[in-house]
């Protein structure tokens, strides 16, 4: 177990990592959710203006 901090820009919450490998990067499915789908709305807009 680790005590790691959310890579979610907003949250950066404290969370305790409990995976076998301890790759977990967000404290919930609810903030790799948010990350995903910051990414997807960045990459349409970029590609939109090309």
């Given at each position: 177990?680790r005590i790691?901090?959310?890579?979610?820009?907003?949250?950066?919450?404290?969370?305790?990592?409990?995976?076998?490998n301890?790759?977990?990067?967000?404290?919930?499915p609810?903030?790799?959710?948010?990350?995903?789908?910051?990414?997807?709305r960045?990459?349409?807009k970029?590609?939109?203006?090309?």
């Open positions: 177990m790691k901090a959310c890579c979610n820009p907003p949250c950066h919450f404290g969370f305790i990592d409990r995976t076998r301890r790759a977990a990067r967000y404290c919930s609810g903030c790799g959710s948010q990350v995903s789908m910051r990414a997807l960045q990459r349409r970029q590609a939109d203006s090309l």
